[in-house]
């Protein structure tokens, strides 16, 4: 069995979901439910018996011992954390002490239970840290990606909490030998996204005739990964990747803010046409910026693909349009996240851009 963390957020609950599709290993899904975790992202798993969901804190020692002991778990899978830069300049409290302290915690108690494993158990056991490439800090126009070598740089309370979490994963292994693996990777998108991230709260906009809020000049460069693709990833970088070592993951997808936008609105335009039959970028509306905005992500995937053979299913535009189907095709989940606290945040964080 393996244990995934944060398994009822954007990221984990689209991990989970594929892991069951294509094996009958159970997990165990340890997820606190903070505002970002959604059990509506697993309602398919109801019923089924090779997903076991716990309601709990990574920063809880005796939970996660208990957990990895009564289970025998054989993976760990770390995708809990508090993921959303803008939050992290509001308040970087929860960021402190779930990306870090909670990491600490968690690696506490992998370290115990490790230890206590012999023979093949132990050579088998292994801990995958799922990071972000927002650790490497931001990139000019012509500087070359992001490789794992990259010196680390990170410029918001989210990255550099992320970063602090990569390094004590780097030491729980240079130290005690814990059986590590750390990926970074880009910005993702596709199905159960939440809607304070720029694709999905565009699309959520659009929609209901709302404007379309870009920070700044809107050319800052994201580098676009499917969200499938990045799950395929991370089980390629857990059956093979070589125990302490680092992969990037990325879709060789940069793209301008403004492009992505365009994008979304074109194809709202073919797919589900305003009823005024005008274009839905007229809605797109310049607003103050991110303050320490990063400029540009870029990956190099190079490492993940020569060693593990992995690339990308989809392109930005196959995955783009499948994401805005998902989007049209589940507007009950949506009514149901962009109530109540996501309304709370919406206000917070766009009421001070005007
Ligand atoms: P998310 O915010 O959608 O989900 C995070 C999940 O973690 C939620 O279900 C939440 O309830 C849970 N959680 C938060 N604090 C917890 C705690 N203390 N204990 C247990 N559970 C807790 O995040 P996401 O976008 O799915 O990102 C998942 C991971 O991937 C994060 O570590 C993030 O840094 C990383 N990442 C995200 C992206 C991206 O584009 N979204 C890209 C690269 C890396
Ligand atoms: O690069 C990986 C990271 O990608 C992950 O580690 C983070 O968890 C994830 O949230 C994401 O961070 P970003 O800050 O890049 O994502 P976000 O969707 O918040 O913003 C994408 C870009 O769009 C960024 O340049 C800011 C801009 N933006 C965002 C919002 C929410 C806008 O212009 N308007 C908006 O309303």
């Given at each position: 069995m393996i244990l995934v963390t944060g398994g009822a957020g954007f990221i984990g609950s689209n991990f989970v979901l594929d892991w069951l599709a294509q094996c009958d290993e159970p997990v165990i899904n340890l997820d606190a439910?903070?505002?970002?975790?959604?059990l509506e992202n697993l309602a398919?798993?109801?019923?089924?018996?090779r997903h076991i969901f716990v309601k709990g804190n990574i920063g809880d020692f005796d939970l996660v011992a208990k957990l990895l002991t009564d289970y025998k778990l054989r993976a760990v899978v770390n995708f809990a954390a508090e993921s959303h830069v803008d939050r992290s300049i509001h308040g970087p409290e929860d960021f402190i002490q779930t990306n870090i302290v909670g990491t600490f915690h968690l690696l506490e108690a992998l370290r115990a239970r490790w230890g206590s494993l012999e023979g093949e158990a132990k050579a088998a056991f292994r801990f995958l840290h799922v990071s972000t490439d927002e650790v490497y800090g931001s990139l000019e126009k012509d500087d070359p990606a992001f490789a794992e070598t990259h010196r680390y740089e990170p410029n918001s309370p989210y990255s550099a909490s992320k970063a602090a979490s990569d390094h004590l994963v780097r030491a729980y292994h240079h130290?005690?030998?814990?059986p590590v693996l750390t990926t970074n990777c880009s910005n993702n998108y596709g199905?159960?996204?939440?809607?304070?991230?720029?694709i999905p709260l565009v699309m959520l906009n659009a929609l209901a005739g709302k404007p379309l809020p870009i920070y700044g000049d809107g050319q800052q460069i994201r580098d676009w990964l499917y969200v499938k693709d990045h799950c395929s990833a991370i089980r390629c970088v857990l059956e093979a990747g070589r125990v302490g070592e680092v992969y990037n993951i990325g879709g060789w997808n940069e793209k301008p803010n403004l492009e992505v936008v365009h994008t979304l609105c074109a194809i709202l335009d073919e797919l589900r046409p305003r009823a005024d039959g005008?274009?839905?970028?007229?809605q797109i509306t310049y607003v103050k910026d991110r303050p320490g905005h990063d400029r540009r992500y870029a990956i190099d995937a190079g490492k993940i693909e020569r060693e593990l053979g992995w690339k990308p299913a989809e392109t930005f535009e196959s995955g783009i349009r499948k994401t805005v189907r998902w989007y049209l095709d589940n507007q009950a989940w949506v009514q149901n996240v962009a109530s109540g606290a996501y309304l709370n945040w919406v206000g917070k964080n766009y009421g001070e851009r005007q």
């Open positions: 439910l903070t505002y970002a975790g959604n398919s798993l109801q019923g089924d018996p130290t005690y030998g814990l199905p159960y996204h939440f809607p304070e991230k720029l005008k274009p839905y970028k007229e």
